[in-house]
């Protein structure tokens, strides 16, 4: 029997519309990077969130495993090396096993040599160190633009539950997320369903947070229209 009367609900279904200044608003970002990068200054004085760390290691790790942040800025020297000796390759390797969810942005002013391209692969994209600030910017906005927009956040929500995309199992939490982050009492159902589905502690964990990213922007859309 199905837990709702009526046709099932979409991603669809629901107005996500992100313009530029919601994206702004509300974004957070994280530089990792040994260095200071002056562009961080530039980022907030045109009002974006940003937080920057010297390194990453097993003990802070945990705010790039869960949707903490909407966009990682990754350098690659010296950074990462407690996670192997790839340096920034290493740390992305490890994020792209536990949140495949995260757009990185791959941060670097050096050439790298053939074995380290994979750390561009593994990238959504390419930031120069050296890119003109309005260039910088942009590539920023693009990335976060895919970062939150429904249809990447519910194809992870799908990757982290380990549920194939246009099964029955899709369509049912569809139906669930749309329905809750309408009546957001409702979002109990999809998280109980979610813990019963997803296989890990931590793949229920970031399935959790990912629905509630998108709750989260459905209700700020609704107080910004």
């Known amino acids: 029997m199905a837990l709702f009367a009526g046709p099932k609900k979409k991603i669809s279904d629901l107005p996500l519309a992100t313009p530029r200044d919601q994206i702004i608003r509300r974004s957070r970002l994280v530089f990792v990077d040994d260095e200071l990068p ?29 949707r903490f942040y909407d966009l990682l800025i990754l350098d690659y020297h010296n950074v990462g090396t407690r996670f192997g000796s790839q340096h920034g390759l290493s740390l992305l390797q490890h994020l792209r096993r536990v949140n495949p969810s995260l757009v990185v942005l791959a941060y670097t002013s ?6 380290e391209a994979e750390f561009f692969r593994l990238a959504d994209a390419c930031l120069p160190k ?3 600030i309005t260039d910088s910017i942009e590539t920023i906005e693009k990335a ?17 539950a380990g549920i194939s995309p246009g099964s029955a199992a899709d369509a049912e939490l569809q139906d669930l997320l749309v329905r809750g982050v309408m009546q957001p009492e409702k979002l109990a159902t999809l998280a109980t369903k979610l813990r019963s589905i997803a296989v890990s502690d931590a793949a229920r964990t ?17 107080l910004d229209s």
């Open 206 to 222: 970031l399935a959790i947070d990912i629905v509630a990213k998108l709750a989260e922007l459905y209700i700020k859309t609704q």
């Open 38 to 66: 002056p562009l961080i200054t530039d980022l907030r004085n045109a009002n974006f969130a940003v937080d920057h760390k010297y390194d990453i290691g097993p003990e802070d790790v945990h705010i790039l495993e869960r």
């Open 130 to 132: 050296d890119a003109l």
């Open 144 to 160: 976060l633009a895919k970062s939150l927009s429904p249809g990447h956040l519910w194809t992870q929500v799908l990757s982290t």
């Open 110 to 115: 050096k050439a790298l040599g053939a074995s």
